[in-house]
């Protein structure tokens, strides 16, 4: 129980306590999303997120299968009619599965075995455990796309779940991002190949946090590639965000 709640307050600091960045965020979500836009948070955790799209004027769908964390969305935002809780997680197809759960570090809970077994081998995880599992709902991005409409922007931040998350998806989106990590760098190249799949897109990316663009123009596929090859070595984490050419 000490485990969990030490998990759960550290996210709170780092999502919630950082004022500084939360003003970053709204300046680098604001390019997506204005009032009255649908945003989808596809790992909601304990919602950093949906609190900045909250601030644009963006209608939420919070996506999360935690139990701990599906308790504080619900204490921060189960009054704000705009913002939706769906306490399940998305996948390729619909049904039920399993979710690895870190107490500890809940903010890399994840569906996929193989994920937690690559970062495992890389000295930044040393310390994680996965040392609990719950069985989950699964949905998928086209289900809600069909019950809460076509998002502007929708984040996806699964833990190396994004292949699957994508492969529940017919059409493109306006706009998305997803995480990618230097231990997992192939495949984080795999979801970028399913999101060119899908649509014309252009990319840029944001490192650990930053709330800030690497590059001040967006880039095709190839130079994203050349780009994150960089930033690999230093072997911090970011977020990869694509537009479709259609809405640059």
Not at 110 to 133: H, L, Q
Not at 156 to 180: K, N, Q
């Amino acid at each position: 129980m000490l485990a969990r709640a030490w998990g759960l307050a550290r996210s709170l600091v780092i999502y919630h306590g950082q004022p500084a960045k939360h003003r970053r965020a709204v300046r680098l979500y604001g390019q997506f999303l204005g009032p009255g836009d649908i945003a989808f948070d596809i790992g909601a955790h304990v919602g950093g997120r949906v609190r900045t799209w909250r601030r644009l004027g963006a209608r939420v769908i919070a996506v999360e299968p935690q139990p701990d964390c599906l308790r504080v969305l619900r204490l921060l935002f189960g009054r704000d009619r705009d913002v939706v809780i769906e306490p399940r997680a998305v996948g390729a197809q619909a049904g039920r599965a399993r979710l690895g759960v870190s107490t500890a570090t809940p903010t890399v809970s994840s569906m996929s075995a193989g994920w937690r077994e690559s970062v495992s081998a890389d000295r930044s995880f040393a310390k994680v455990r996965w040392d609990r599992s719950v069985e989950v709902e699964v949905t998928t991005l086209d289900a809600l796309i069909d019950a809460h409409g076509l998002p502007a922007f929708c984040k996806i931040d699964v833990e190396g779940f994004e292949s699957e998350v994508l492969a529940g998806l017919s059409r493109p989106l306006p706009a998305l991002s997803f995480e990618y990590l230097p231990p997992t760098h192939d495949q984080a190249l795999a979801v970028l190949e399913r999101v060119g799949q899908l649509g014309a897109y252009r990319y840029n990316y944001s490192p650990v946090e930053t709330m800030r663009f690497a590059s001040e123009h967006w880039l095709d596929a190839p130079d994203l590639v050349a780009l994150l090859e960089r930033v690999r070595p230093l072997g911090r984490s970011g977020d990869v965000y694509a537009r479709l050419t259609t809405a640059a």
